[in-house]
């Protein structure tokens, strides 16, 4: 399985833009999947979590990001979404979407990357007037 992570781009603060994660040589019905970011010289942060369809897609966010930030799947179009609100400059990172096709995990496992199997290769969000 791969992972291909599109969406990102220059956006001004205040604006919005929304990212797609999409899996090729499998389906995204039975994963787990979520999205970190990695600002330059820093680590790479929990962003978003979107459980497996079988246990509800129910979702979590990073504190800091709730209500801005919004994750979802699209189960016909085989692609899990972020949607992120009220750019702030700090927001700008490259996004990473990951994916757990191993045993269902609890939400509070999704927040960690070693919950994941696969990556994307990122996508580069900038943030800037």
């Known amino acids: 399985v791969q992972l291909q992570a599109s969406g990102g781009g220059l956006v001004q603060p205040g604006g919005y833009l929304r990212l797609s994660c999409a899996p090729s040589?499998?389906?995204?019905?039975?994963?787990?999947v979520g999205w970190f970011r990695q600002a330059l010289g820093k680590e790479r942060d929990f962003v978003a979590a979107?459980?497996?369809?079988?246990?509800?897609?129910?979702?979590s966010y990073a504190d800091s990001l709730k209500g801005r930030f919004s994750i979802h799947r699209d189960n016909a179009k085989n692609t899990v979404y972020l949607q992120m609100n009220s750019l702030k400059p700090e927001d700008a990172a490259v996004y990473y979407c990951?994916?757990?096709?191993?045993?269902?995990?609890?939400?509070?496992?999704?927040?960690?990357?070693?919950?994941?199997?696969?990556w994307g290769q990122g996508t580069l969000v900038t943030v800037s007037s």
């Open positions: 040589g499998g389906t995204f019905s039975s994963s787990d």
């Open positions: 990951a994916a757990n096709y191993g045993p269902s995990a609890i939400l509070s496992q999704l927040g960690v990357a070693a919950a994941y199997d696969y």
């Open positions: 979107i459980r497996r369809r079988e246990r509800g897609s129910t979702t």
